[in-house]
């Protein structure tokens, strides 16, 4: 599914548009963006178009492209992936393709808005997520929002030739409450 929009203080969630593809196929081809992705190679326009297609009906993942709102400028994507209704729990999952952007607190306000669709409006108990160390700053971000350590997969993915431990978190609707009611 496409997300729906999403206002927060400096971003908006937008659903992903075709429009947005040659950032995407950019995002892609750049290997300091995807190396701590499991998708690395670049798409072809087809292919973007088909993911779209394939996204907007899957029942099972909900993604959003991320806007900066005084700009309009595309940055990044977030999603719930792998929703399992039954069991209220998904993955999760963020990207800031634009790398001038890094740093700047984007990625933690669109978890922040992505969880509180998933808490406040899917009823969602549970979402859990991995990262590849060394992202530091994607698993500080994380924290920040709410998420815990639950445990680490190691020498899980090879990175630029050297293999990397993952580091798993994951956010309970009470966690991410506790966190929402300490954020500044």
Not at 23 to 37: C, I, K, P, S
Not at 86 to 110: C, F, H, M, P, Q
């Amino acid at each position: 599914m496409l997300g729906p929009v999403i206002e927060g203080e400096r971003l908006r969630l937008v659903p992903p548009r075709p429009e947005f593809f040659p950032a995407y196929a950019r995002w892609f081809g750049d290997m300091a963006v995807t190396r701590h992705l499991i998708h690395r190679l670049p798409f072809t326009l087809k292919q973007e178009e088909e993911w779209l297609e394939a996204t907007a009906r899957d029942e099972h993942k909900i993604l959003w492209a991320m806007v900066v709102k005084a700009t309009g400028r595309l940055i990044g994507n977030t999603a719930l992936e792998r929703i399992d209704w039954r069991n209220r729990r998904a993955e999760s999952g963020t990207v800031i393709g634009e790398r001038d952007e890094w740093g700047k607190g984007y990625a933690t306000e669109a978890m922040r808005l992505r969880m509180a669709h998933a808490f406040g409006e899917l009823g969602l108990e549970k979402a859990q997520t991995s990262v590849v160390l060394p992202n530091d700053a994607s698993r500080r971000a994380l924290l920040r929002v709410g998420y815990r350590e639950c445990g680490r997969w190691r020498r899980h993915l090879l990175v630029e030739g050297r293999w990397h431990d993952a580091w798993l978190g994951e956010i309970l609707r009470e966690d991410w409450e506790r966190a929402r009611e300490s954020a500044p």
